[in-house]
């Protein structure tokens, strides 16, 4: 099946600094890659998404970028506000595997004011 | 606007207890889904149910079952509750389209003694 890897595990930026996570995929047949926001004590909360016949998608201090060729794909975060604080997890799906998504580890996002 | 609700949101149990952890969506979503979340694991898949009267083995099933009650309602069981099974339940449903996001609940935190 796919296998989904997240880097940085953790990660702390300043205030007004940029974030990235990145993530790497093994199905060169994955077409779909959300990211979802998880906040402590909540469930996760979709934050952007990206289909594979698009290379960059943008949502004011959000953004994503994609890269079929090498199969990754990345999260950006400008301008980063203590609020941003929380774990952030990509996923993958795969139409071999129906309708499963399979995710990474997850990345725990500080933003130090 | 309740989305997705998970019942309950705590629960201890000893070894060998039995529970139904319930779910229901209010957003007419074709598909749902059981994970498990566990530290540095992110989100495993138990159980998916693609329609209403289909469901489906993820990566981890063992030890659990799952009734799709109806198009609302997906509920998991375990039988025989393990110490292993400790962990976070997050129930989602999705809408029938291929390239669209899971929408997760609150999630059900429990524990076996």
Redesign the interface.
């Known amino acids: ?1 796919e296998n989904v890897e ?1 880097h940085p ?1 953790t990660l702390s930026v300043q205030e007004g600094d940029s974030a990235v996570i990145k993530c790497t995929y093994s199905d060169s047949a994955s ?2 890659f ?1 990211w ?1 926001k998880q906040e402590l ?6 934050i952007i ?1 990206i ?1 594979s016949n698009v290379g960059e998608k943008k949502d004011q201090r959000i953004a994503v970028t994609l890269n079929k060729t090498a199969k990754h794909f990345s999260l950006h975060i400008t301008e980063t506000q203590p609020e941003d604080s929380a774990v952030y ?1 990509c ?1 993958a ?1 795969t ?1 071999n595997t ?4 399979y ?4 990345t725990s996002l500080t933003v130090i004011p | 606007n309740a989305g997705v609700t998970q019942t309950p949101k705590f629960q201890v149990l000893k070894t060998g207890q039995s529970m139904t952890l319930q779910c229901a969506q209010d957003m007419n979503h074709n598909s749902m889904y059981w994970y498990r979340q566990d530290p540095g694991m992110g989100l495993r898949l138990i159980y998916y149910s693609a329609s209403e009267g289909t469901t489906d083995k993820g990566e981890v099933p063992n030890g659990y079952n799952v009734s799709r009650l109806n198009k609302r309602e997906f509920s998991l069981r375990l039988e025989s509750a393990a110490p292993s099974q400790t962990s976070v339940y997050f129930c989602a449903s999705k809408q029938g389209t291929y390239n669209s996001p899971l929408h997760f609940g609150n999630g059900t935190r429990l524990t076996v003694t």
């Open positions: 099946g997240q595990s077409n779909y959300p979802y004590g909540k469930g996760p909360q979709l998404d289909r997890f996923a799906l139409p129906g309708n499963q998504f995710f990474g580890t997850g």
